[in-house]
């Protein structure tokens, strides 16, 4: 029993350690490797925040904070759904997002999607947009 729990501290260690800002440096200069195991896990700030613009499959587009995701799910809260990235719809759904409800959206349906962040000082956002 000792051992499983030295085990999946030492696991909860590592994960933290290899994704922590300044690893990811030292790792990318000395030996030009990203230790991040993910795009999420690369480029996610948990402690600022991170926003996501999703373009979607069927042409619209989905803005909202990003609260969790994975290879099969994105997770929205403070959402907003327009037919364009910047236009009137985006502008005057964005004005008035949803924050009665969080938002699931399968990764399937999605073409791509770029990140923003809240604080664009924070740690990981100075070394996302170095």
């Known amino acids: 029993m000792f051992i499983v729990i030295v085990g ?11 994704n922590s800002v300044k690893v990811r440096e030292w790792f990318g200069l000395k030996l030009g490797y990203e230790t991040g195991d993910n795009v999420w896990s690369r480029h996610i ?5 991170t926003y996501l613009m999703l373009h979607m499959n069927d042409g619209t587009f989905i803005y909202g904070k990003l609260e969790n ?3 099969d799910y994105v997770v929205l809260t ?10 009137d719809s985006m502008t005057a759904a964005a004005s008035n997002p949803n924050r009665d409800t969080a ?5 399937s ?3 791509r999607f770029e990140f923003m962040y809240c ?9 996302v947009l170095r």
């Open 103 to 107: 938002l699931c959206i399968p990764m």
């Open 8 to 18: 999946i501290l030492c696991a909860a260690i590592f994960f933290k350690a290899k």
């Open 69 to 71: 995701a994975d290879d």
């Open 78 to 87: 403070e959402h907003a759904i327009g037919k364009d990235r910047m236009g």
């Open 119 to 127: 604080n664009t000082e924070s740690k990981i956002a100075s070394y």
């Open 109 to 111: 349906s999605v073409k």
């Open 45 to 49: 700030d948990f402690k600022e925040g």
